[in-house]
């Protein structure tokens, strides 16, 4: 497939739970663990798709480190909105789908070089969840 599934940087949020190791992952929250509700811009393009939106960072959670074509179980849990972007910052489609038969659309989407990137948000409440790249 080669695409490559990319989490919110870690540097972004190391100073919101004023400790050392808070993280950010692609991984669900633990009953009762601490999390911080923010709006993040998830796309600070100069189109009309600029953007921002909200977003959970967990204290405990490790950075996602991920391979190529892997996507993280909780994202394969949910259902996602994909949006497709061009190079220049402007959307080429979008679709809904369960996460489990995201593999396949991340490909149906790429089989069309006008799209450079994908966001994927979590479609129910409309968290940002990641960004997925051509690998």
Do not use: W
């Amino acid at each position: 497939m080669n695409f490559q599934i990319a989490p919110l940087p870690l540097k972004e949020f190391l100073p919101l739970f004023g400790l050392s190791d808070a993280r950010v992952s692609l991984e669900d929250a633990e009953i009762g663990e601490r999390v911080i509700l923010l709006n993040y811009m998830h796309q600070p393009a100069e189109s009309p798709y600029r953007a921002t939106g909200p977003i959970f960072v967990r204290e405990k959670a490790a950075e996602a480190k991920l391979h190529r074509d892997e996507i993280p179980a909780a994202v394969q849990r949910r259902t996602i909105s994909v949006r497709g972007y061009d190079a220049e910052d402007m959307m080429k489609g979008a679709r809904v789908v369960e996460g489990r038969d995201l593999a396949e659309v991340i490909g149906e989407f790429f089989a069309d070089n006008h799209v450079a990137y994908l966001h994927l948000h979590n479609a129910g409440a409309g968290c940002y969840s990641c960004r997925v790249d051509r690998a």
